[in-house]
T-cell receptor
């Protein structure tokens, strides 16, 4: 079983839709939860990170962590064509080794 | 501008040759990382270094080597022992034990 599981998609939504991206994990020791956005042929860029459980909001993006279910989510409100990218979740328990999901490919159609 | 640079952007190598990928950062970060990205497999850790002159193997270190002689530099050598080296290689850095990693633009290596 992989440490982190992520549905690869692809996911296609109309502009303005709410997007929900999810990851599950098996290691209950994970404490840090990150979401990265990666455009084609580029390096990932950090969108958000949360520590332990709870929600965090930044503009149109909301990250949720449910440690009891070992499940994390990223919500994108009012999605834009510029949000079209691959979204990677990542987790860590030590802060010096990170475990990534395979990424979900998202296309927002104008 | 602060950031991470990787060079070259594209690299072609013949089978049996060693090749070195460059990674430089001016963020004054202590920790640096090398990942390999393949379609459908996400990012896999090759090596990481928390301080100068020290580094640890990641999950897929076989066929790779690194050095960390300077804080700002963490070159990766892909040796001829790496059986399937064609991939997208990403370098990252972070403050020691901080969860946020900052990535470079990547190097795409193709073995001919």
């Amino acid at each position: 079983q992989k440490e982190v599981e992520q549905d690869p998609g692809p996911l296609s939504v109309p502009e303005g839709a709410i997007v929900s991206l999810n990851c599950t994990y098996s290691n209950s020791a994970f404490q840090y939860f990150m979401w990265y956005r990666q455009y084609s042929r580029k390096g990932p860029e950090l969108l958000m990170y949360t520590y332990s459980s709870g929600n965090k909001e930044d503009g149109r993006f909301t990250a949720q962590v449910d440690k009891s279910s070992k499940y994390i989510s990223l919500f994108i409100r009012d999605s834009q064509p510029s949000d079209s990218a691959t979204y990677l979740c990542a987790m860590s328990y030590t802060g010096n080794q990170f475990y990534f999901g395979t990424g979900t490919s998202l296309t927002v159609i104008p | 501008d602060g950031g991470i640079t990787q060079s070259p952007k594209y690299l072609f190598r013949k089978e049996g040759q060693n090749v070195t990928l460059s990674c430089e950062q001016n963020l004054n970060h202590d920790a640096m990382y090398w990942y390999r990205q393949d379609p459908g497999q996400g990012l896999r850790l090759i090596y990481y270094s928390q301080i100068v002159n020290d580094f640890q193997k990641g999950d897929i270190a076989e066929g790779y080597s690194v050095s960390r002689e300077k804080k700002e530099s963490f070159p990766l050598t892909v040796t001829s022992a790496q059986k399937n080296p064609t991939a997208f290689y990403l370098c990252a850095s972070s403050i020691h034990l901080a969860p946020e990693q900052f990535f470079g633009p990547g190097t795409r290596l193709t073995v001919l």
